[in-house]
C-alpha cells in the first residue's frame, strides 16, 4: 500500500481538547492516582509476553480463515484455561466482498457477572497479502501482550469492583486493500452488537483496546477519537510510573476497532503507536517481522495498563 493510500484510509487530523473536557477529567480523578503502582510492582511479565509474540508470529500467516489463525486460537484458548478461566469462543459468519466467511472471536470475564464491565480488547488477524506477512507488530504484539495481561488480572486478589472481559478480535483488517466500510472490524462489530441486542452494553462502561504496541521505538499516539478522559487515565499513569516518554505522541485520527464500541455509547481508548518504523513503513509491510518489536514495549504497554486500572476503576 502507497503512503499516499495510507493517509486517505487512516486520516491523520490534530485535534485540541477542549478546557471544559480537561476540567471534567481532572475532577473525576481527583486522589485517585496515588492507587497506580510504581513500573516496579508490576506483574507483568516480559519474558511470558515475548513467549507468546514468538509463538503467535511461528503460526503465519493468520488471515481470515488461515490455519495460523485457527492455532492462534487453539493457543489463546489453552493458555486462558491454564489460568483457571473458561474462555468462550464466539463464532460467526459475514459477508465480505470474497463471499461469507467465518470468523471467530475468543474472550473470557474474570470478575463478577453483575459487575460493572470493562473490555481489555485486540485483534489477532492479520492482513492478506499475496505474500506472506507475519505481522509480528500488527497484531502479534497487542496479542501477546493481552494474553499476560489476562494471567496477571487472573492472579489478582478478587477485590475489584469491575469485571474484566479479555477479548481477542478477529476480522479487524478489511479483505480488500483498502479500509472501506462495512468490509473490517468484522469480529468487534459482531461483539458490540451481541453486547446491544444482550442487554450487557449497559453495565460496560469501557473499552480499552491495544494495536501496534510493540515498535522498538515506541511512542503511543494520541488518538483522537478515543475518549478524552479515558486516555487522560492511562497517560497519567505512564507519567506516574516513570514510563511518560512513551506516551502524547503526535494526535491523529485512527480508524480501528474501538470505533465498533463507541458506536453503541460505549467510552473506548485506543492505545497505539501509529509510526511503526521511519514514516510509519513497516505498517502492512514484509519488515512488520520479529526483529523489529522488542520485549521491552511489550513490558511498557503491560505495565501501563496495569498501572491504570485502579484508577480506571475509581473513576466508575
Known sequence: MSASQESQLRPRVPIVSTLAACLLAASALSC???A????????????????????VVGFGVRSCESEGLAKTREYLVNELT???????????????????KEFAN?????????????????????????WEFVGANDSGSGTATLLELARCLAERPSTSSVTYRVLFLDG?????E????????????????????????SRTKACILLDLVGDKDLKLTTEAYSDSRLQKIFFDAAKEIGLGEYVDGPTREILDDHLSFMAVNIPSLDLIDYEYGPDNAYWH????????????????????????????????
Not at 92 to 100: A, D, Q, S, Y
Not at 179 to 196: C, E, F, Q, T
Open 36 to 55: 497506580a503502582p510504581t513500573a516496579a510492582d508490576s506483574p507483568f511479565d516480559a519474558d511470558r509476553a515475548w513467549h507468546h509474540l514468538e509463538t
Open 106 to 130: 475468543v474472550y473470557v470475564d474474570i470478575g463478577s457477572p453483575d459487575a460493572p464491565l470493562v473490555i481489555l480488547c485486540t485483534h489477532i488477524d492479520t492482513k492478506i497479502f499475496d
Open 32 to 34: 485517585a492516582h496515588s
Open 178 to 201: 483498502q479500509w472501506i466500510d462495512p468490509d473490517n472490524r468484522y469480529g468487534s462489530r459482531y461483539h458490540a452488537r451481541m453486547l446491544k441486542e444482550s442487554g450487557e452494553v
Open 285 to 316: 509491510d514484509p519488515r512488520d517481522t520479529i526483529e523489529n518489536v522488542s520485549k521491552e514495549s511489550l513490558d511498557v504497554i503491560g505495565r501501563i495498563v496495569l498501572a491504570a486500572l485502579p484508577t480506571l476503576e475509581k473513576s466508575l
Open 82 to 100: 491454564s489460568y483457571g478461566l473458561t474462555p468462550i469462543v464466539e463464532s460467526f459468519r459475514e459477508e465480505t466482498p470474497i463471499g461469507e
Open 172 to 176: 479487524e483488517e478489511s479483505i480488500r
